[in-house]
């Protein structure tokens, strides 16, 4: 074999050892930024009396990184909502549980579809949210705009309106057990959701 056939497999190798490297710190380096990503509620409450009204609600500082698969964790806190403002001082025994995780979002997102993104260009993904808590799974279909606001700042944003099943969101305990911390006996059929977070690569 010749030297120069030998320098050519060995250039050869380092590249694609290179590609590969930067390729997994692409996918890798994408997470979303908390002071940005937060999701917005509109929970309708039933009075004792039948009156109807609507409350919106917020999940803030959501945090996670996608890994290189394209998974994303996403540990929901009672401190991430807006739940503590309402109740004001809790009692010592409380204040421990606010920052205990009470469900985890996993979902999958496309990040070669993200890193192939130019600036001001957009794509919509259908992720699937699947969460556990109290041994109930669910699934949840959620059409999401991601846009390249920047070189290395993705917003992701509903694609179209999206409510929850309020029925469903009331047989589940945990969330059953929050709302009825802030006075909710009963809640509308329909749940609107707003995503708004941002995605950066660090």
Same mark, same amino acid.
């Given at each position: ?10 250039? %050869?190798? %380092?590249? @694609? @050892? ?10 890798? @380096? ?18 004792s009396g039948g009156e109807s009204i609507p409350h919106e609600h917020s999940l803030r500082r959501m ?6 698969? %394209? ?5 929901? =806190?009672?401190?991430?909502?807006? $739940?503590?403002?309402?109740?004001? /001082? ?34 919509? /993904? ?8 109290? %041994?109930?799974? *669910? ?5 999401? *705009? ?6 290395? $700042? ?13 029925? /469903? ?6 969330? =059953? ?16 959701? /707003? ?8």
């Amino acid at each position: 074999m010749s030297s120069k056939t030998i320098i050519r497999r060995i250039m %050869g190798v %380092g590249l @694609a @050892a290179g590609l590969t490297a930067f390729h997994g710190v692409a996918l890798a @380096a994408w997470q979303l930024d908390p002071e940005q990503s937060q999701v917005t509620a509109t929970v309708t409450e039933i009075t004792s009396g039948g009156e109807s009204i609507p409350h919106e609600h917020s999940l803030r500082r959501m945090e996670g990184q996608i890994s290189a698969d %394209g998974t994303l964790q996403l540990p929901i =806190r009672l401190n991430q909502t807006d $739940v503590l403002d309402s109740l004001g /001082e809790l009692p010592p025994w409380m204040s421990s549980l606010t920052s205990t995780t009470l469900v985890t979002v996993v979902t999958r997102l496309p990040p070669e579809r993200i890193n192939s993104l130019a600036v001001g260009q957009s794509t919509v /993904e259908i992720l699937t949210l699947s969460t556990e808590s109290n %041994g109930e799974q *669910r699934q949840e279909k959620l059409p999401v *705009r991601f846009t390249r606001e920047a070189a290395d $700042v993705v917003r992701a944003r509903n694609a179209e309106p999206v409510s929850l099943d309020g029925k /469903e969101l009331m047989k589940n305990q945990t969330v =059953r057990s929050i709302l009825s911390l802030i006075g909710y006996q009963q809640i509308g059929d329909e749940v609107p959701v /707003e995503l708004d977070a941002v995605l950066v690569d660090r």
